[in-house]
């Protein structure tokens, strides 16, 4: 018995892949069964189709509205029984309406220490570029819960990372994947699938 996982991305998916890659050590407890981009030339979707996993698009300016590109989202995971959505690189935040509907269901990695350096307007390099503009000598990356406030749910599992003289946001960034993003989503895509399945067991002798 597996959790059927959606991971929803718009980019080139090296957390995809960190995801599927560790189908085959970290991740037991979990199957990803569905990738979703809200970008229909994401190379993560490429990454989905060589690892045999179905993919499906969400375009929030082709369904003309935010209520629109949830109801088709909703759409999708129900359709394909899903029980955890995994955000990776998505670059569209979702409304109350839509997480309140997934309660401790939908996770995010997020390339900072929360609460430092998250929320609105904190994404891919401005995240590391705010850090070094600081001077804060450690960063890293955080697994949390999401649900309406950007970075503000939940944190799962974290994992610090040091800054080194001369960094810039692109080395930065290449070390926060490489020495955490990719080790701590899948460690907290396992844990939260085997804290569901506990809960489907329980129920299930109920």
């Known amino acids: 018995m597996s959790v059927r996982i959606a991971v929803l991305v718009s980019g080139g998916g090296t957390n995809l892949q960190a995801l599927l890659d560790a189908q085959k050590t ?10 979703i981009s809200s970008n229909p030339r994401a190379y993560a979707l490429e990454r989905a189709r060589q690892a ?3 993919t499906a698009v969400a375009e ?3 369904l003309g509205s935010q209520a629109a590109f949830e109801e088709r989202l909703q759409q999708i995971l129900t359709d394909n029984g899903i029980e955890l959505i995994i955000l990776a690189g998505f670059m569209t935040i979702l409304t109350e309406r839509f997480t309140r509907a997934w309660p401790d269901r939908i996770v995010n ?6 609460p430092s350096f998250c929320g609105e307007g904190f ?3 401005r995240v590391h570029q705010a ?3 600081y001077g804060v000598k450690v960063t890293g990356a955080t697994v ?3 649900n309406e406030i950007p970075d503000g749910g939940r944190i799962i599992a974290q994992k610090a990372v040091d800054i080194l003289p001369g960094d810039t ?3 930065l960034q290449r070390r926060v994947m490489e020495q955490a993003e990719w080790i701590l989503l899948p460690q907290a895509a396992e844990q939260v699938c085997g804290e569901i399945l506990g809960i489907t067991r329980k129920e299930g002798s109920e």
């Open 26 to 35: 970290t991740l037991r407890s979990g199957r990803i069964v569905l990738v």
């Open 52 to 54: 045999g996993v179905d």
């Open 60 to 62: 929030k300016k082709a």
């Open 109 to 114: 990695v997020h390339p900072s220490l929360i």
């Open 123 to 125: 994404y891919g390099l």
């Open 131 to 133: 850090a070094l503009d």
């Open 144 to 146: 949390h819960y999401v």
């Open 169 to 171: 946001a692109q080395t």
